[in-house]
């Protein structure tokens, strides 16, 4: 089993930056991707950026330029810099880990509890 615990999210003005964690535990044996997504009222949840195993990065076109993803393997520590925030960056962010765990050698999709991110007019 693999647990995902989110924090770093806020309320933060037009232009503002936050840098979310996602903290993860337990065993993994290999990463196929690790990625951030977001939902905002009454809206679909959308993949905000991706990181493979082998380190390829992709993002939505609304980040791109302004949001980075990363990993810290020794913290077992994924990260979203999230830069130029606007208005419609508002939403509760979720951290997406699909792995393959270290004892049991299954792939499956594990995800956090979510962290809102707020940005003021």
């Known amino acids: 089993q693999v647990q995902l615990v989110e924090s770093g999210g806020g309320l933060v003005q037009t232009g503002g930056s936050l840098r979310l964690s996602c903290a993860a535990s337990g065993s993994i044996f290999s990463i196929d991707v690790l990625g951030w997504y977001r939902q905002a009222p009454g809206k679909q949840r959308e993949l905000v950026a991706r990181?493979?195993?082998?380190?390829?990065?992709n993002y939505a076109d609304s980040a791109k330029g302004r949001f980075a993803i990363s990993r810290d393997s020794a913290k077992n520590t994924i990260y979203l810099q999230m830069n130029s925030l606007k208005p419609e960056d508002t939403a509760v962010y979720y951290c997406n880990v699909r792995v393959v765990t270290g004892i049991t050698r299954l792939l499956g999709d594990y995800w956090g509890q979510g962290t809102q991110v707020t940005v003021s007019s």
């Open positions: 990181i493979t195993g082998g380190g390829s990065t």
